[in-house]
């Protein structure tokens, strides 16, 4: 059950330059569209989120883009600093009483001073 | 900044002994949820809970698996009769309500181990 998928495990990126970090999802009916982020032996942290109204959003470094049409998002991080590198984990919910997430695999982020 | 708090960080059982995970959520937030993450896997729904029941749960939440919130800060997650494949990360989770309420904020996680 592959609904949201993130086909990338890793990413390297030079401090101060972009990261892009993609995500794939599968089922229509998701409405709501999550970033987390991850540090080892941490619980995921809220970054940012996107309505299906929407095709962008952004907060500081942080924007989300959607693309509905190809059941595409991805996270742009400007400038890249070494404190991002962690996991980045894309998460989808459907319009409901209950909310729940469904999470991708993770994308290692390594940030390079 | 208010956050979820889980205890405790780490648990170790024999299999077939019962645990209790616990669970602070954000105060004022109405919607409360169970994941798991197994070492090296994806983070997996387990259930969710509103108004005082659940709203939904996964094919993982078995009979074996109960929540409850015992009082007005406290949310719990039982295991009657932990089995190895039980070894996962526990996050509790917490959201608001409205729009807000898919901004689902996460516990720092217990780590549970059974043997």
């Known amino acids: 059950d592959q609904q949201v998928k993130q086909n990338s495990p890793s990413l390297s990126v030079q401090e101060g330059r972009i990261s892009i970090l993609n995500c794939d999802y599968t089922n229509s009916m998701f409405d709501y569209f999550l970033w987390y982020k991850k540090y080892p032996a941490e619980g995921p942290t809220f970054l940012i989120s996107i309505s299906s109204i929407k095709d962008k959003n952004e907060d500081g470094r942080f924007t989300v883009f959607l693309n509905k049409s190809a059941k595409h998002l991805s996270l742009h991080i400007v400038p890249s600093q070494p404190g991002d590198s962690a996991v980045y984990f894309c998460a989808a919910s459907a319009d409901g009483a209950t909310n729940k997430l469904i999470f991708g695999t993770g994308t290692l982020l390594a940030v390079q001073p | 900044e208010p956050e979820v708090t889980q205890t405790p960080s780490h648990q170790v059982t024999q299999m077939g002994q019962e645990v209790i995970l616990r669970c602070v959520p954000i105060?004022?937030?109405?919607?409360f949820y169970w994941y798991r993450q197994i070492l090296g896997q994806k983070v997996e729904f387990l259930v969710s809970?509103?108004?005082?029941?659940?709203?939904?749960k996964s094919e993982i939440f078995d009979d074996q698996f109960s929540v409850e919130r015992p009082d007005g800060s406290n949310f719990t997650l039982k295991i009657r009769s932990t089995k190895l494949e039980d070894s996962a990360m526990y996050f509790c989770?917490?959201?608001?309500?409205?729009?807000?309420?898919?901004?689902?904020?996460f516990g720092p996680g217990t780590r549970l181990t059974v043997t």
């Open positions: 989770a917490s959201s608001g309500q409205g729009r807000v309420s898919y901004e689902q904020y």
């Open positions: 105060s004022n937030h109405l919607y």
């Open positions: 809970f509103y108004n005082n029941e659940i709203s939904e």
